[in-house]
């Protein structure tokens, strides 16, 4: 039979030495951590100090004038670069801390986010860049929908505002890291869709239109201004013709005709 009080001894002395081992490696870990702290706390003063000098949130002033960023709330580059900053080298820092104390698994896991962070940097900078040339797309679409008085100005930069940065989020998703085939795939059908109807519920919104473009360009040359002319039973002098309309003066009254007609109804003319 073993020796009950043998074991226990041998148990005991074990624990011992792993307890010291732990401690000896467990306060130069907990001195690394403190150092690392002090040195993350100090750069991010300095720099976010510097770059409040260097007037960087003039850019994010810019940004919080749109009504996405907005919604998500106000952004302070002088605030949030050093900030990304100060949390990287913390992360270093409790990297070696862990490899210190042993903890391979915990290591590992947090040097895998490490690699992930620069990727998530350059993501929202992308995202950040393209939310500012889709909001410029957007005004620009709207100011050429009021110079030409279309009044769905608006309704046309929003669609252009969302076309552009879904494009630009899928990009975004893909330079992190995630796989986005799937999104891609679904974003295309929908576009695809959409396109689908517009171009359909608009061929026949505007069908009317462009029979009276296409009759222009057959009766350009079969008809002039002032010439005087008999449609549908209304007699004048053709005082003006532009791609859609046809204008008579009666003497008394203007009248004006869709110039389909000129393709539908008999037209006398009076030399």
Request: net charge positive; aromatic share 8%.
């Amino acid at each position: 039979m073993p020796n009950i009080q043998d074991i226990l001894i041998d148990t005991f002395r074990k624990l011992l030495e792993q307890l010291t081992g732990f401690i000896s490696n467990f306060i130069p870990a907990i001195i690394v951590l403190l150092i690392g702290f002090f040195v993350a706390k100090l750069i991010r003063k300095f720099l976010q100090k510097g770059l409040e000098k260097t007037g960087i949130d003039k850019l994010g002033d810019k940004l919080n004038e749109i009504n996405i960023i907005k919604k998500m709330g106000e952004i302070k580059f002088s605030s949030l670069i050093p900030s990304i900053l100060y949390y990287y080298i913390l992360l270093m820092f409790i990297t070696i801390s862990t490899t210190l104390m042993g903890i391979k698994a915990l290591s590992d896991m947090i040097a895998s986010v490490m690699i992930l962070i620069p990727k998530l940097i350059v993501a929202a900078i992308m995202t950040f860049a393209g939310i500012m040339i889709a909001d410029a797309l957007k005004n620009a679409v709207i100011n050429i929908c009021k110079s030409l008085k279309i009044e769905s100005g608006k309704l046309l930069g929003s669609i252009v505002f969302s076309f552009f940065l879904i494009i630009v989020i899928i990009a975004a998703l893909k330079q992190a890291g995630i796989e986005t085939s799937l999104l891609e795939s679904s974003f295309n059908l929908i576009i695809g869709g959409v396109i689908f109807a517009f171009a359909i519920g608009y061929g026949m919104a505007s069908r009317d239109v462009l029979s009276n473009i296409l009759s222009s360009f057959y009766s350009k040359n079969k008809f002039r201004e002032g010439q005087t002319v008999e449609i549908d039973g209304v007699k004048g002098n053709i005082l003006s013709m532009d791609i859609t309309s046809i204008t008579l003066d009666t003497g008394e009254t203007q009248t004006v005709f869709p110039l389909s007609v000129l393709q539908n109804k008999k037209i006398e003319v009076f030399n």
